[in-house]
C-alpha cells in the first residue's frame, strides 16, 4: 500500500520556534515556569517537564523565576503582573500572533471596534483579547453569529484565529458585511495553517483512507479532522501508533497523512512503521507464489 505523507504534517513554524526557545532557556535558566502547556500535545507537554520546565495555572512570587510564554501569547495583564512579581519574562509569542496583536491595538485606537473570528476559550483568542483596552466581540464558528451586538457596530475590523477553517471564517464574514456598515477584514489566518488546509482539501480525494494524527484538545488537528472526514469518510484521527487497527485499511491500496501543528515527527514515524506493518502483504512460499504471482508493496 502506498502511504503518501503531506508536507505540511506536523510542527508548524511557530511551533518549532517556541520549542527551540524554551529548550535554549532551559540551558541558561533555572526555575522556568509556563501558564499552561506548551502546545496541544501529551508528547512535547511530557518533554518539556522532563527538561525541567514547570506548568503552572497562576502567577506567584517571581524573583529569580523566569516566566516562559507560549506561542499563542499572551495578555497585556498577564505580562504585565509578571514582572510586577518580578520574574524576568521569555517571550516565545508566534511572530504570526504578536502581528495580530499589532493590528487590533491599531485599529482600536482608530477606533474600530475589535470582531475576533476564533473559539471563545482558546488561549490565543483570550491573548489577542488582552491586548485591547475596550472589549472585543468574539465570533465563535461554533455557535450562532451574535448579530445584536454586530447591528450596534458602526465601525469594525476583524481578525482570525491563526488556525481558524479558511472557507467558514470567509463565509462568516460576508455576513457580518451584512451587519456592519464600515468593516476592515484582516484575513490572519496564518501561512502554515493555509497551506495545510489546501493539501488536507487534497488528500482525502487522492487517497483511499486518511490519517490525521494529533491530540485530542489540539484544537488545529480537529479542524484538520473535521475537512478531510467531510471529503472522505475513511479518516481517521490517532493520536499514537497504538490507536491504528488493521482494518482501517482492509482493501485500501492508499493511505494519506498528516499532522497536527503540535505534533512531533517522532510520532508521526512511528505511525508510518506501524501502517507498514500492518498493511505488509506476508511472502507465501514459492510452491504458492507461482499460483498467485502478484503481490501488493509497501512503499512510503
Ligand atoms: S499555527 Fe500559525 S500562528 Fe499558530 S504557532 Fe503555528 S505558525 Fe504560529
Given at each position: 500500500m502506498k502511504i503518501n505523507v503531506a508536507k505540511s504534517a506536523g510542527f508548524c513554524f511557530g511551533v518549532r520556534r517556541a520549542m527551540n526557545i524554551a529548550l535554549r532557556t532551559v540551558r541558561t535558566s533555572d526555575n522556568i515556569e509556563m501558564l499552561g502547556d506548551i502546545v496541544h500535545n501529551e508528547t512535547v507537554v511530557k518533554e518539556i517537564k522532563k527538561a525541567g520546565i514547570k506548568k503552572i495555572s497562576a502567577l506567584r512570587a517571581g524573583d529569580n523565576k523566569t516566566l516562559l510564554i507560549r506561542a499563542h501569547g499572551a495578555s497585556q495583564r498577564t505580562c504585565r503582573r509578571a514582572e510586577k512579581l518580578g520574574y524576568r519574562i521569555v517571550d516565545a509569542t508566534c511572530p504570526m500572533v504578536k502581528e495580530i496583536h499589532k493590528i487590533v491595538k491599531t485599529n482600536e485606537r482608530e477606533g474600530y471596534r475589535i470582531i475576533i473570528i476564533g473559539d471563545k476559550k482558546h488561549d490565543e483568542v483570550l491573548g489577542i483579547i488582552g491586548q485591547l483596552s475596550g472589549k472585543a466581540i468574539v465570533i465563535d464558528p461554533a455557535q450562532q453569529i451574535p448579530r445584536r451586538a454586530l447591528r450596534r457596530v458602526k465601525k469594525g475590523t476583524v481578525v482570525v484565529q491563526s488556525t481558524q477553517n479558511l472557507d467558514k471564517v470567509l463565509r462568516i464574514v460576508e455576513q457580518v458585511k451584512t451587519l456592519v456598515p464600515d468593516l476592515k477584514f484582516h484575513n490572519t489566518?496564518?501561512?502554515?495553517?493555509?497551506?495545510?488546509?489546501?493539501?488536507?482539501?487534497?488528500?482525502?480525494?487522492?487517497?483511499?483512507?486518511?490519517?490525521?494524527?494529533?491530540?485530542?484538545?489540539?484544537?488545529?488537528?480537529?479542524?484538520?479532522?473535521?475537512?478531510?472526514?467531510?471529503?472522505?469518510?475513511?479518516?481517521?484521527?490517532?493520536?499514537?501508533?497504538?490507536?491504528?487497527?488493521?482494518?482501517?485499511?482492509?482493501?485500501?491500496?492508499?493511505?494519506?497523512?498528516?499532522?497536527?501543528?503540535?505534533?512531533?515527527?517522532?510520532?508521526?514515524?512511528?505511525?508510518?512503521?506501524?501502517?507498514?506493518?500492518?498493511?505488509?502483504?506476508?511472502?507465501?512460499?514459492?510452491?504458492?507464489?507461482?499460483s498467485n504471482p502478484r503481490r501488493s508493496s509497501n512503499s512510503r
Open positions: 489566518v496564518c501561512k502554515p495553517t493555509r497551506i495545510k488546509q489546501k493539501e488536507i482539501k487534497k488528500l482525502p480525494l487522492e487517497n483511499d483512507v486518511v490519517i490525521v494524527i494529533g491530540s485530542k484538545s489540539s484544537a488545529n488537528t480537529k479542524r484538520l479532522y473535521q475537512i478531510a472526514k467531510s471529503a472522505n469518510p475513511r479518516t481517521f484521527w490517532v493520536q499514537k501508533a497504538k490507536d491504528l487497527k488493521k482494518e482501517m485499511f482492509t482493501n485500501a491500496k492508499s493511505a494519506g497523512i498528516t499532522a497536527g501543528a503540535s505534533t512531533p515527527d517522532q510520532i508521526t514515524a512511528e505511525i508510518i512503521d506501524k501502517i507498514t506493518a500492518l498493511t505488509k502483504t506476508r511472502r507465501r512460499p514459492p510452491s504458492s507464489r507461482k
